[in-house]
């Protein structure tokens, strides 16, 4: 069944706000946090093997020819002639009217233009592309550029990447829903309403509930309050998820900022604690969680540095995989507010792509 976006997400939001309101009366009770983004990452460094700065991309310099990599899925780099063309390659389009095609690119890029969509507050609430990744996968790296105009009004939900089961072509809904581990589940990378803070929106069969009454909205679990969003230039953002076995809770993803990595969580790290649905790194002291069978909050202590994290249960039918790319701009602005949002160098590949690598111009030979 088609999503209903609007009624989703307002309900979300109305029921969000109760949820900050009821957690400030409760977080004097919890532990001690780490003073900067060094300690969160130190919390999960013994666990981190995976790649940072240059990857696949820097095989292709300003991204030309990087789509014929074997090891990439699917790229748009939003060089058709004109919009119309751009939309055939995605499944489903929403509010093309607030898109356009833009010569604004990022740094480096070896293409002339980008994907522009502009929101007009009290004018609808924002567009999207959702493609499906056939056959499905395993494991997957999404890399894509965007930029915030400097006045852009806060983001209500951005980027995701997840999977369906049976595919469809078109985004689902889910807001507030548990998956249950055969259908769907899915992971936001957003940059955080008001604080404009890189963090994840995160939906899988075991995440946790809030107050007032154990309902799932998106998991997050970055939590640095120095990871901001550099609004008004070119910012490369990645993420990788990986499937668990059907028996285990040894699902994986990691987030990369300009081809920094600025968090990695799967089965055993990195260590923190949880404030119900929010996942603190590096911390420890009193925790909180939603007690399903008890209908009410439960609370425990943490030893210092936290607890190693349980990993991601994201299936229980194997026949659930990555599958899916939702380009999603969902939000609301004050009336005849305009917000700008720049999309660019969208890649999909089964290895760590990277920051664009900047074409070298190689001197001449001398006549």
Same mark, same amino acid.
């Given at each position: 069944m088609r999503s209903e976006l609007s009624s989703d997400f307002r309900v979300l939001t109305i029921t969000r706000l109760g949820l900050v309101i009821f957690g400030l009366l409760g977080v004097s009770l919890l532990g001690d946090r780490p003073t900067n983004g060094q300690d969160r990452a130190a919390a999960g460094a013994a666990a981190d093997t995976l790649p940072e700065g240059s990857g696949l991309a820097a095989k292709y310099p300003g991204g030309v020819g990087l789509a014929?990599?074997?090891?990439?899925?699917?790229?748009?780099?939003?060089?058709?002639?004109?919009?119309?063309?751009? &939309?055939?390659?995605?499944?489903?389009?929403?509010? !093309?009217?607030? =898109?356009?095609?833009?010569? @604004?690119?990022?740094?480096?890029? $070896?293409?002339?233009?980008?994907?522009?969509?502009?929101?007009?507050?009290?004018?609808?609430?924002?567009?999207?592309?959702?493609?499906?990744?056939?056959p499905g996968y395993d494991r997957l790296f999404v890399r894509f550029y965007v930029k915030f105009d400097p006045r852009c009004a806060p983001i209500g939900h951005f980027f995701h990447v997840g999977g369906h089961h049976p595919p469809t072509p078109y985004a689902q809904g889910g807001a507030g829903v548990r998956p249950r581990g055969d259908g769907w589940f899915g992971n936001g990378v957003e940059p955080s309403g008001k604080a404009w803070t890189w963090d994840y929106y995160t939906y899988w069969c075991e995440m946790r509930g809030s107050p007032p009454s154990g309902q799932t909205w998106g998991n997050s679990f970055v939590r640095d309050p120095?990871? &901001?969003?550099?609004?008004?230039?070119?910012?490369? !953002?990645?993420? =990788?998820?990986?499937?668990? @076995?059907?028996?285990?809770?040894? $699902?994986?993803?990691?987030?990369?900022?300009?081809?920094?990595?600025?968090?990695?969580?799967?089965?055993?790290?990195?260590?923190?604690?949880?404030?119900?649905?929010?996942?603190?790194?590096?911390?420890?002291?009193?925790?909180?969680?939603?007690?399903?069978?008890?209908?009410?909050?439960?609370?425990?202590?943490?030893?210092?540095?936290?607890?190693?994290?349980?990993?991601?249960?994201?299936?229980?039918?194997?026949?659930?995989?990555?599958?899916?790319?939702?380009?999603?701009?969902?939000?609301?602005?004050?009336?005849?507010?305009?917000?700008?949002?720049?999309?660019?160098?969208?890649?999909?590949?089964?290895?760590?792509?990277?920051?664009?690598?900047?074409?070298t111009n190689k001197p001449k030979d001398p006549p």
């Open positions: 014929k990599d074997p090891q990439v899925v699917f790229v748009e780099d939003f060089e058709e002639a004109t919009l119309d063309a751009t &939309k055939k390659r995605w499944d489903e389009v929403k509010s !093309a009217a607030i =898109m356009s095609l833009s010569e @604004d690119t990022p740094p480096g890029s $070896g293409g002339k233009q980008s994907l522009l969509m502009t929101h007009v507050g009290g004018k609808g609430d924002g567009g999207h592309l959702f493609r499906r990744l056939p120095s990871l &901001k969003v550099a609004r008004g230039q070119w910012i490369c !953002a990645e993420v =990788m998820m990986k499937m668990n @076995d059907v028996e285990d809770s040894n $699902g994986e993803m990691a987030l990369w900022i300009d081809g920094k990595r600025v968090s990695h969580l799967g089965k055993g790290f990195p260590k923190g604690r949880w404030e119900y649905d929010k996942f603190f790194p590096g911390e420890g002291g009193g925790g909180i969680r939603w007690a399903d069978a008890k209908g009410g909050p439960e609370r425990f202590q943490v030893p210092p540095g936290g607890q190693p994290f349980d990993g991601f249960r994201w299936r229980r039918d194997e026949r659930l995989k990555l599958n899916y790319l939702w380009v999603l701009l969902y939000m609301t602005a004050p009336p005849d507010h305009v917000s700008k949002v720049w999309f660019d160098h969208i890649v999909v590949s089964t290895a760590y792509i990277g920051p664009i690598q900047k074409p």
